[in-house]
């Protein structure tokens, strides 16, 4: 029975994580496009257009990752506040790597690197500090 519960528990991580990945492609499809409508049709700087663009797919990616892949009854303005404080790190630190890398490798690629970097740590900490206590307490 024990064993049962484990696959069951192990299941639901995998299903987890794959609607973390479906949700946060979603995501990462708004923030490519939104980029390259900044950086090719607006001409805005890169920085700038880095930042509006994960913007974007942040507050995207945050609704539909709470609602479906946690599936959290948690305070709204509380988890989004903790997922504010991953991206005051995350962000000054992609922003500088952006631009370091910029001019040497394409913007595309340098994008589609740290949506990936994005992608894992992001999970990391929504599933072990956003939603830790509050996953799969949503009943709708």
């Not at 952006?98 to 595309?108: D, F, R, V």
């Not at 340098?110 to 999970?123: C, D, F, H, P, R």
């Amino acid at each position: 029975m024990a064993e049962n519960k484990q696959q069951l528990s192990r299941k639901e991580n995998i299903i987890q994580i794959v609607k973390f990945a479906l949700f946060s492609s979603s995501a990462g499809i708004i923030q490519m496009g939104s980029f390259a409508l900044f950086m090719e049709v607006f001409k805005i700087e890169h920085t700038w257009s880095y930042l509006l663009s994960l913007v974007l797919s942040v507050l995207w990616n945050f609704t539909f990752n709470r609602k479906f892949t946690f599936k959290s009854a948690a305070n709204v303005p509380v988890a989004m506040l903790k997922v504010a404080l991953f991206y005051c790190v995350f962000t000054p630190l992609s922003t500088w790597w952006t631009n370091a890398l910029s001019g040497t490798i394409n913007e595309y690629v340098i994008q589609i690197g740290t949506m990936a970097i994005n992608l894992v740590t992001e999970y990391l900490y929504c599933r072990f500090v956003v939603y830790r206590n509050s996953m799969n307490t949503n009943k709708k």
